[in-house]
């Protein structure tokens, strides 16, 4: 308190009448008063701007060249349209702190801090100095790709721009997570891989950054795997087929395009996560297995705990080239017993039912599918042939079995003359056709074009009518988007009947054979589809904060899911940006795809195979 002091009342002794500061005293207090203030006026009309919109942005970009990109990525830059975002900014600031104190325990990782600068990408670019390089080996060129149209060069821009888009609300809402809900602008829990923090998004994704020459995005992506990726804190039963497809594909297909070890040693140590599934009496592996205790088990419902075909038929691509870059023959060994058991055992008319006991060998429910828990087994099949070389004629022969079967028993032409592929159950064909089936389009002419055989010519036929039939799937809906399943009776072609076979979530099979008929017959058509697909994309599924799938392809207004898939990323806008890009880019004659779209090189038509060395013993 400051002092006070009491005058005495001379006429009444004792009694104080008042109180009062000094002279002295009050000039020093309006001295101290008066230089606060111009400390004041000073500090806010000429000290540094410290309280501008876009502060947050200039401290994250200190943070930033002090070391890789470990934190969230930033918010964009303040835009008119864009003002509902800010009020996460304060949720991102949290975010960065926390994630802050987490970077600072972490040794110097002795990188340029110069390739995590916001710099534009050159015309044409050039990916020794775009990417970051860990190895001496070559990496993908990206040199080539654009089309001499600039119309195309447009429409494959606008695919790009959707795909940034996609990743950048991810990094805001759910960076680190599997998935993204856009529309609660959270992540999404409910997926495949739970609530673990396995970032299915930016392993599945990150080949498809690479392809795009997102160069920021790639290296946010990369530096998140190689500082925060691990599967040793998981104790959840994971998809031994969804780990694999994505996990295992996704790095592979990076490591291809970039030699960096990095990404080899991150494939290895998930399939190596996945091995404990195959310790069956057969060798046939379960369907989950916990990471955790490698204790491993199939569903349930899946015909008395059978393993499924397109679950255990859909390793080889991954598990193969796995081990002729790592020398490690475990993996092949792996998926070549299932190839084996496959091949000998008694298929009923010459199909593969979907369920086989992984105790007995023994098939389960009679249920033959080239959709849901069939269909990338017979991708697999003849992939693998192509993958090594043209080589493995055990896969070639069991393809062409399987697919002369399948055209026999399988294949239906519709009144309306519509070709389409059924389920058939005991016998009985269903007259159904599942979205995932409109893959085979591609996959019948991909056979046709690389077999050259006696059935050549009637592959081509199916597939270019399968790809037709899902095509129309799509423009008989007022989304110009195709639903989960359709059906052929009576009066109905290739419309969904059934309210659960209404809904779109983002799926990508039929602009994969969109893709594929495109690069085999450069047919105009396949371009137009792709492009009306894009746009009805942008119409119903796009919102300000990502995409979702949506509840019904029959309504004009239809309600979204809520879910932004990480096959979106993978598949779906992958496929879309090549169906608009140069042959150059990615030749099928060089590189296989598996069933996540992730590009593997073929075995002695591609540099960036990179076989691992002999051991001289073995020489």
């Known amino acids: 308190m400051l002092p006070t002091y009491a005058r005495i009342n001379s006429s009444n002794s ?26 004041c006026f000073g500090g806010f009309f000429y000290l540094p701007d410290n309280f501008g919109t876009d502060r947050v942005l200039k401290v ?47 040794p110097d990782t002795g990188k340029s801090s110069s390739t995590q600068e916001d710099a534009p990408l050159m015309n044409p670019p050039s990916p020794e100095n775009t990417f970051r390089e860990s190895s001496s080996s070559p990496m993908l060129s990206l040199l080539n790709g654009e089309d001499a149209n600039s119309d195309v060069r447009e429409k494959r821009d606008k695919v790009k721009e959707m ?4 990743w950048e609300y991810y990094k805001l809402y759910a960076w680190g997570k599997n998935e993204l809900r856009p529309i609660s602008k959270r992540p999404h829990t409910g997926s495949i891989f739970g609530t673990s923090d396995l970032g299915a998004t930016i392993v599945d994704g990150l080949d498809t950054l690479y392809l795009m020459n997102l160069t920021k995005e790639f290296n946010e992506g990369k530096d998140w795997i190689a500082r925060r990726f691990t599967l040793d804190n998981v104790s959840a ?15 592979l297909a990076c490591y291809a395009f970039t030699g960096d070890p990095m990404f080899k040693e991150k494939a290895q140590y998930v399939a190596d996560k996945l091995l404990p599934a195959f310790q069956t009496p057969t060798g046939i592996p379960n369907a989950l297995v916990n990471l955790k205790t490698g ?4 569903y349930g419902w899946a015909s008395g705990g059978s393993s499924i075909l397109s679950e255990f038929g859909t390793l080889h691509l991954e598990f193969a080239y796995l081990s002729d870059i790592t020398g490690n023959p475990v993996y092949r060994e792996r998926v070549q017993n299932i190839r084996q058991i496959l091949k000998d055992i008694e298929k009923p008319k010459g199909l593969y039912p979907n369920y086989l006991n992984p105790k007995t060998g023994k098939w389960g429910q009679q249920h033959m599918s080239l959709g849901a828990l069939g269909d990338s087994f017979y991708e697999y099949l003849l992939k693998s042939w192509l993958q090594s070389g043209q080589t493995d004629d055990e896969a070639k022969e069991m393809y062409d079995e399987a697919m002369t079967a399948i055209l026999k028993h399988m294949i239906v032409t519709s ?33 046709a074009q690389t077999l050259q055989n006696e059935n050549s010519k009637r592959y081509m036929e199916v597939g270019a009518g399968i790809t037709n039939t899902c095509h129309e799937s799509y423009i008989r809906t007022p989304t110009h988007l195709g639903p989960e399943a359709f059906r052929f009776s009576d009066g109905t072609e290739a419309k969904a009947l059934k309210a659960q076979e209404k809904y779109y979530i983002l799926r990508p099979e039929t602009f994969e054979s969109y893709f594929v008929l495109w690069r085999l017959t450069h047919d105009q058509k396949y371009r137009d589809w792709g492009w009306d697909a894009v746009q009805a994309l942008e119409k119903h599924c796009r919102t300000p904060t990502g995409y979702c799938g949506l509840k019904n392809v029959y309504l004009e207004e239809p309600q979204k899911d809520d879910v932004q898939q990480s096959f979106f990323l993978a598949e779906t806008l992958k496929y879309l940006y090549l169906l608009f890009s140069d042959d150059s880019l990615l030749p099928l004659d060089e590189w296989v795809f598996n069933t996540e779209a992730h590009p593997l090189p073929i075995h002695g038509a591609n540099a960036l195979y990179r076989m691992a060395p002999v051991p001289a013993n073995l020489q």
């Open 415 to 447: 009144p309306g003359g519509l070709i389409y592929t059924s389920d058939m159950k005991f016998d009985r064909l269903e007259h159904k056709m599942d979205h995932l089936a409109c893959f085979s389009g591609g996959l019948f002419a991909l056979g």
């Open 14 to 39: 004792g009694s104080a009448v008042r109180r009062s500061f000094r002279t002295r005293e009050k000039c020093l207090i309006i001295l101290v008063f008066l230089t606060l203030g111009f400390v």
């Open 60 to 106: 994250y970009k200190q943070f930033q060249k002090a070391g890789p990109e470990i934190f969230i990525p930033a918010p964009p830059p303040a835009r008119s349209d864009d003002t509902a975002h800010f009020a996460d900014r304060a949720k991102l600031n949290a975010k960065i702190q926390e994630e802050l104190n987490d970077f600072l325990e972490k």
């Open 237 to 251: 039963d994971l998809s031994v087929f969804e780990t694999n497809i994505r996990y295992v594909g996704g790095l």
């Open 295 to 298: 204790a491993s088990k199939n």
């Open 163 to 166: 795909m940034k888009h996609a």
